[in-house]
């Protein structure tokens, strides 16, 4: 079985185990060897002994065999020597001849002239003449052995460490010893020590371990049990041990970092989830919002574009909701939106799709109508519902509303056609005083006039009748201009200006946008080649394009010829793309956006947040701007989800390496509130309005410096 199956506090228990088996080892082992130095010291002693006094006895037989002494004065001192000597609790020494007669012993003196195989009451005799006998026929002529012999203060014989030698050139042998059980009380000292230390240090290794269990087992229980609430999405409790210096320390940081990163992708998800909620919904009815309404309107036009079958458009408008937004405040007429809307949904089919497409518009979808259905009479109980009291708190307040009608094939084939026109609608008839009207009823006069106008159009391109102005943008960091937009304005000979937002769809739908698109790259070329040639220093310019000239197969070839027949580099342009580029295949996009940055040019997406694109496409697309369309901008102070929107877009921008332009900066207040979210460029006519080439001429030459707001 591998290691790495057990548990860490089971390892540790299995350590100390072996740690406290290992003290015990050495415990016992110090034991015994202390045993064994006690008995070979004590051996040294009783050696000693024997030695010392042999030594005196050798000193009296020489006396006695050069005759200074006599044979009984010799015994005398031999007997006084023999009786003298002792040494420690219970030792004495003691003569044995060569036949094993006891010659002298001081303690038991009675015994004196028997053989030890005569003496009375002695356990094991033969150990004692074998051991005597071994001393006799040993080469040094000693030996140590162990017998049995009753102590001096009498009793059973017990167990005696023996040690006995002969005296030169005598029969006679010097023997003494100790008694084993006199050890004891020493051993037991030393045991009781021994003991005393193992516990000790037994308690020591059992504290240490506990307390590393705790430093260790437990943190890294609790950073494991940590780790799976992680794993499992639960984010919100800190992670502990961040403080200790030391691995598990290093592990909790590690962890609290890995915590922190997934919060973090946590709020990004979140914030991206809600920008792509708003993309699509509108967050005070939840109903679709404008671009949502108008994909599922172009959906169902081309999914009855074959048959022909009627797709029907609503466009329902709420008389003075913005001033009931000045008298009672963004909260109140959010509560009459929400009933509002409410009122709407229990009128809905399995075959209507409803939206909020504006402050106060909400726009109605009705596919496969049947035949016994009346679009009048429900026009008629729609208003009637609308019209009903709605209560707030404490006041009960009653509202108007507008319907314009529009039906494809009859009103157009594309969605913005049919919703534009029944905003028209919704517009003549609050003019006209009626509470719903057809688009047919009043597109006679309109279509008239467009007529006239395609017309002009093409008249206009070859009499120069178009000029350019610019409209500067504002680095926030620096304060200073950045670049300018390029806008194309029109005077008509008999009617006077005609707004971009007439003639340009207008371009589109007669197919003159590409001619359009065209005079503008010239104007713009060959105005940079006057602005170089006069040594200004030319900022970048941004060319608004439509989507039809973009996608055309030589458009980069185009490109590159126009500026290059005036000599201007590239680098001094940007393209303001619209959202709905987009919606082709994101592949060819990709190729053909890389393509234009590989020649110099910036790229921004212009209205962002009006349209079909979001962040999740555009981060896959090489642009370098976004720009938040000026319908976010406008409300920004005074209403709570406009300013939500626009923080997502700038956070998730700029999470992404884009620069974010606001577009439509009208107010102090506006631009204040942009500089506290960073915001990264403006544009509007707080800053500056569009400007003539002369005007525009001299802001450069000024070094034009915005004051902070």
């Not at 079909?612 to 989800?641: A, C, E, G, M, T």
């Not at 390496?657 to 631009?671: D, F």
Request: charge should be negative; hydrophobic fraction near 40%.
């Amino acid at each position: 079985m591998q290691l790495s199956n057990f548990r860490i506090q089971q390892k540790l228990i299995g350590l100390v185990a072996i740690l406290a088996l290992g003290i015990l080892a050495t415990s016992s082992l110090a034991f015994y060897f202390s045993y064994q130095d006690t008995l070979a010291g004590k051996k040294d002693q009783i050696r000693s002994v024997v030695q010392a006094t042999s030594s005196q006895v050798i000193a009296l037989r020489s006396e006695k065999a050069a005759g200074n002494i006599s044979e009984n004065v010799y015994n005398n001192r031999l007997r006084n020597l023999i009786n003298d000597v002792s040494y420690g609790h219970s030792g004495y020494i003691y003569l044995m001849t060569q036949d094993l007669r006891v010659h002298l012993h001081p303690k038991r003196p009675e015994l004196e002239g028997f053989l030890i195989s005569e003496l009375p009451s002695l356990s094991h005799p033969q150990m004692m003449i074998d051991g005597f006998k071994q001393v006799i026929s040993s080469p040094s002529g000693s030996h140590f052995w162990e017998l049995y012999w009753p102590k001096p203060s009498g009793g059973p014989s017990v167990a005696k460490l023996t040690y006995a030698e002969l005296i030169p050139e005598s029969n006679l042998i010097l023997g003494t010893g100790i008694y084993i059980d006199d050890l004891v009380p020493l051993y037991i000292q030393r045991a009781f020590s021994y003991l005393i230390i193992t516990i000790v240090v037994l308690c020591a290794a059992l504290l240490t371990a506990a307390l590393i269990s705790r430093n260790i087992v437990r943190p890294i229980a609790s950073l494991s049990k940590q780790m799976n609430d992680v794993a499992h999405d639960d984010i919100d409790q800190e992670i502990l041990y961040t403080e200790q210096q030391d691995e598990i320390g290093s592990m909790a940081r590690a962890l609290e970092h890995f915590r922190e990163h997934l919060i973090e992708n946590k709020r990004l998800r979140y914030m991206q989830e809600h920008v792509q909620f708003l993309e699509n919904f509108d967050p005070v009815t939840r109903l679709y919002n404008r671009r949502a309404m108008g994909e599922a309107l172009e959906r169902e036009v081309i999914r009855n574009f074959e048959s022909q079958e009627h797709v029907y458009f609503l466009f329902i408008r709420l008389d003075l909701l913005r001033n009931l937004t000045i008298e009672l405040g963004d909260e109140q007429r959010d509560q009459i939106l929400i009933e509002t809307a409410n009122r709407l949904r229990q009128r809905l089919s399995v075959n209507h799709s409803l939206g909020r497409l504006s402050e106060g518009c909400f726009g109605l979808m009705i596919i496969d109508k049947p035949d016994d259905v009346d679009l009048d009479s429900l026009t008629t109980e729609l208003l009637h519902t609308l019209e009903q009291p709605i209560q707030l708190d404490s006041i009960q307040i009653q509202i108007a509303a507008r319907i314009g009608i529009t039906s494809f094939p009859e009103d157009g084939d594309q969605q913005f056609e049919l919703i534009g026109r029944a905003e028209i609608a919704a517009k003549t008839a609050k003019k006209r005083e009626q509470g719903w009207l057809y688009f047919n009823q009043i597109r006679d006069t309109q279509v008239k006039q467009k007529m006239e106008l395609w017309q002009d159009l093409s008249i206009a391109m070859e009499q120069d009748q178009f000029y350019l102005v610019f409209q500067p943008l504002f680095d926030l960091e620096s304060n200073t201009p950045l670049s300018a937009e390029t806008l194309l304005r029109w005077t008509h000979p008999e009617h006077g200006p005609i707004s971009p937002a007439t003639f340009v769809p207008l371009a589109e739908q007669s197919g003159l946008i590409s001619r359009l698109d065209h005079w503008v790259l010239n104007a713009v070329a060959r105005q940079c080649r006057l602005w170089l040639d006069n040594e200004l220093t030319l900022p970048r310019i941004a060319i608004n394009l439509s989507g039809i000239s973009f996608l055309r197969n030589d458009f980069e070839q185009r490109l590159t010829n126009t500026f290059k027949a005036h000599n201007v580099p590239l680098h001094h342009i940007e393209l303001e793309l619209t959202e709905g580029v987009l919606i082709e295949d994101l592949a060819r996009i990709q190729e053909k956006l890389q393509r234009v940055r590989d020649m110099g040019i910036s790229v921004s997406i212009d209205d962002f947040g009006t349209g079909y694109s979001s962040l999740s496409r555009i981060k896959n697309l090489p642009v370098d701007h976004i720009k938040i369309d000026k319908s976010f901008i406008d409300d920004i102070d005074k209403n709570p989800q406009d300013l939500k929107i626009v923080q997502a877009i700038i956070l998730m921008a700029q999470g992404l390496q884009l620069k974010v332009v606001a577009e439509g900066v009208e107010t102090e207040k506006q631009l204040s509130i942009l500089r506290e979210e960073h915001c990264d460029v403006v544009q509007g006519y707080l800053l500056s309005r569009p400007l003539s080439v002369e005007d525009f001429e001299s802001l450069i030459d000024e070094d034009l410096i915005i004051e902070g707001a």
